[in-house]
């Protein structure tokens, strides 16, 4: 028996950054289908540099606090393709 697997090229991954004083940032958004904009619940988001990562909620949503720099942010959701992205994280100048 063949299992069907749904096979997305992307992930709609929407980011937002937030800078503190203290060189620390926050990575947070949603992981939805491309095509249809369902939220994919348990989508696992990693940070490769440090070996950290969270999983989405029940909203889809996750969050990761983490310090200013440049990484790759991978994320993956069974039955669709990894999604890697660059990302810089910088301080916000006022």
Avoid: W
Wanted: net charge negative; aromatic share 14%.
């Amino acid at each position: 028996m063949q299992l069907f697997q749904k096979n997305v090229k992307f992930f709609s991954f929407v980011l937002m950054f937030f800078s503190f004083v203290n060189a620390q940032s926050s990575i947070s958004g949603n992981v939805s289908d491309s095509e249809t904009g369902e939220l994919l619940v348990g989508a696992n988001i990693t940070i490769e540099e440090t070996s950290t990562g969270t999983s989405t909620n029940s909203s889809g949503f996750y969050s990761i606090d983490i310090e200013n720099g440049e990484y790759n942010v991978s994320v993956s959701y069974i039955g669709y393709e990894d999604f890697p992205q660059m990302l810089q994280l910088m301080e916000r100048q006022i």
